[in-house]
């Protein structure tokens, strides 16, 4: 227990005495010490006071009714998540279709399978489709070649971007999936943990 | 849907399979103290209501961690006072006001209107001078004189040493003591 120099009970054993926070040795020795000690009860009943006071204060505010708004806010969250969970399926589709459409199409140009009759093949169109699609990107994505900058000083070339086309297609369809890891990683993700003190109620 | 004779615990686990309106009657029992802690520690409605709002959103998403063993209100209690906290240190000065329009319950019954009217007084002052704390004071005397926290509860919520627990407790009360009543004996 903390006594000050003059053999008085400190004001925070004091407090601790209130809060019923002493072992029981040191609780008995400071009910002794205020037996004997008028100074001591003095500043005793001092913070009681101000206990009491507090009390006094407990009462709680009329408070609104929340249940609604929280189990809406609950129920729209739940369906954000589920909205963005299917795009992001639906993006793991689209780019495992791209990636296995160029790989179908390569095989079927260079492998074995070019010896087998043609029937309708929908990787081929699909192929055939963003090839086209990347024969008109193409100026588009090998802007660095004109943007060399000249001058009687320097001269700087930017890197050519010029990437076969299955190289693009596995670039994008990785960049993909790497984004579809990311979101879900973000969703199951949670805010920084202000609310620690809810994450364990063990007493 | 009125759960008046379930067990908190048995709605908790009624959520974790599954069932929202279990959840709602969670909020429908503890709202008042949820937003009781808020208003205290906030001292206005609006922020009081968000903050509510909040916790029991923060309670919905960790309700995994929540041991059965204990009481439900307490540990929602907590969870809004950390939110509180969190708040407090972000982005707001110390609030001295309360505002007062939606008025408060209880504590007047027996008396008469004027004992009343003092006692209110008073306590309004108490909470007043309960705001002026810096943020953690403010929180730790909630905790302690409000939600009846231990200090080792009080350490665990704030992720604070024990000593902190006991130093910012006193140093609180001190200003408290200062601040109500060195001005009336």
């Known amino acids: ?203 | 849907m009125n759960m008046p004779e379930v067990e908190d615990g048995v709605l908790v686990r009624r959520v974790r399979q599954g069932d929202l309106e279990a959840y709602g009657e969670l909020v429908r029992r503890y709202q008042g103290s949820v937003f009781g802690v808020c208003y205290r520690l906030m001292g206005e409605r609006q922020e009081a209501e968000d903050l509510a709002q909040d916790a029991f959103l923060r309670g919905y998403q960790r309700l995994d961690t929540f041991d059965l063993a204990y009481p439900f209100g307490p540990w929602i209690r907590r969870v809004a006072a950390n939110l509180c906290l969190n708040r407090l240190q972000r982005n707001r000065p110390v609030t001295v006001e309360l505002d007062e329009e939606g008025g408060w319950q209880g504590g007047a019954s027996g008396s008469s209107p004027e004992a009343v009217t003092v006692r209110r007084e008073q306590a309004e002052e108490v909470r007043a001078a309960i705001l002026a704390l810096p943020p953690v004071y403010r929180t730790v005397i909630e905790l302690r004189h409000y939600q009846d926290a231990t200090y080792d509860e009080i350490a665990r919520t704030l992720h604070l040493p024990l000593s902190d627990v006991k130093s910012h407790l006193f140093r609180a009360r001190r200003m408290l003591s200062r601040r109500l009543m060195d001005h009336d004996g």
């Open chain 1, 1 to 203: 227990m903390t006594v000050d120099g003059s053999w008085h009970l400190a004001d925070d054993a004091l407090q601790a005495l209130l809060d019923h926070a002493l072992d029981p040795t040191s609780e008995a020795e400071a009910h002794a010490h205020l037996a004997a000690c008028s100074d001591c009860r003095h500043r005793q009943r001092r913070w009681a006071r101000l206990f009491a006071e507090m009390e006094r204060a407990r009462l709680d505010p009329v408070a609104p009714d929340i249940a609604g708004a929280v189990l809406m806010q609950i129920r729209a969250r739940q369906s954000s998540t589920r909205a963005v969970r299917g795009l992001l399926f639906g993006e793991l589709a689209l780019a495992l279709a791209a990636v296995a459409a160029m790989g179908l199409g390569g095989w079927r140009a260079l492998g074995p399978l070019a010896l087998l009759p043609r029937l309708p093949d929908v990787g081929q169109l699909v192929a055939q489709w963003v090839a086209g699609v990347a024969a008109l990107a193409r100026p588009v994505l090998a802007w660095p070649q004109p943007l060399a900058l000249r001058s009687s000083m320097l001269e700087i070339r930017l890197p050519s971007l010029e990437l076969p086309l299955v190289g693009w297609a596995a670039l994008l369809g990785g960049a993909l999936i790497v984004g579809l890891i990311g979101n879900s990683l973000l969703l199951r993700s949670e805010p920084r943990a202000e609310a620690a003190g809810g994450s364990s109620n063990g007493r």
